[in-house]
């Protein structure tokens, strides 16, 4: 949770080789509610920028209606997602 803005922060990593579903329960929270998504992937956990790839591995975002008082979804394989849910 984010006091400053009134977010709801979930993290979720799959370090596994194949994609897992997850659903998380956001107790309380109720209605539809706008979420950035960042997403992180790598085709190698150790995996990193090289002067000749620096945006082999970059961040990226998107958006998404949650509707509370659940979030479910499906982590890609060695990956790494952050939702921001909107207050």
């Known amino acids: 949770y984010d006091a400053q803005t009134g977010e709801v922060i979930v993290?979720?990593?799959?370090?596994?080789?194949?994609?897992q579903d997850f659903t998380v329960n956001l107790k309380g929270m109720k209605g539809s509610r706008?979420?950035?998504?960042?997403?992180?992937s790598a085709d190698n956990l150790t995996g990193e920028n090289?002067?000749?790839a620096p945006t082999?591995?970059?961040?990226?975002?998107?958006?998404?209606t949650v509707s509370a008082p659940t979030l479910s979804g499906?982590?890609?394989?060695?990956?790494?997602?952050?939702?921001?849910?909107a207050k």
């Open 74 to 85: 499906t982590v890609p394989a060695k990956t790494f997602v952050m939702y921001k849910i």
């Open 50 to 52: 090289t002067l000749d």
């Open 11 to 19: 993290k979720i990593v799959n370090t596994g080789d194949k994609a």
């Open 34 to 40: 706008q979420a950035t998504v960042t997403t992180f």
């Open 56 to 64: 082999k591995y970059v961040p990226k975002t998107s958006s998404m």
